[in-house]
């Protein structure tokens, strides 16, 4: 059993930066796919970024340019740089740890909040 643990969430004005961070209980991600989603209220929850088992990265359309995710193999934690944020960034984000690259199956995190407001 894998777990995932978020934090870093927080409330930040507009154009403000925010790292999240997504440690795992094991040595994980030099095997697993892993990712940050996000869910807003009364919307979907919808894929933000991925990392796969070799350091191949992908990002939604909406955040690219703006968040970049990275993983230190050594801590077996994950993390999503985010920078220049929007309102519209505001969402629970969620950490996914999993075999395949589109992550459509694993572990999930618990998730850790994002305000972003003035």
């Known amino acids: 059993q894998v777990q995932l643990v978020e934090s870093g969430g927080g409330l930040v004005q507009p154009g403000g930066s925010l790292r999240l961070s997504c440690a795992a209980s094991?040595?994980?991600?030099?095997?697993?796919?892993t990712g940050w989603f996000r869910q807003a209220p009364g919307k979907q929850r919808e894929l933000v970024a991925t990392?796969?088992?070799?350091?191949?990265?992908n990002y939604a359309d909406s955040v690219k340019g703006r968040f970049t995710i990275s993983r230190d193999t050594s801590k077996n934690t994950v993390y999503l740089q985010m920078n220049s944020l929007k309102p519209e960034d505001t969402a629970i984000y969620y950490c996914?740890?999993?075999?395949?690259?589109?992550?459509?199956?694993?572990?999930w995190g618990q998730g850790t909040q994002v305000t972003v407001s003035s």
């Open positions: 996914k740890a999993g075999p395949y690259s589109d992550l459509r199956d694993g572990y």
């Open positions: 094991s040595r994980i991600l030099n095997i697993y796919a």
């Open positions: 990392i796969t088992s070799v350091g191949s990265t």
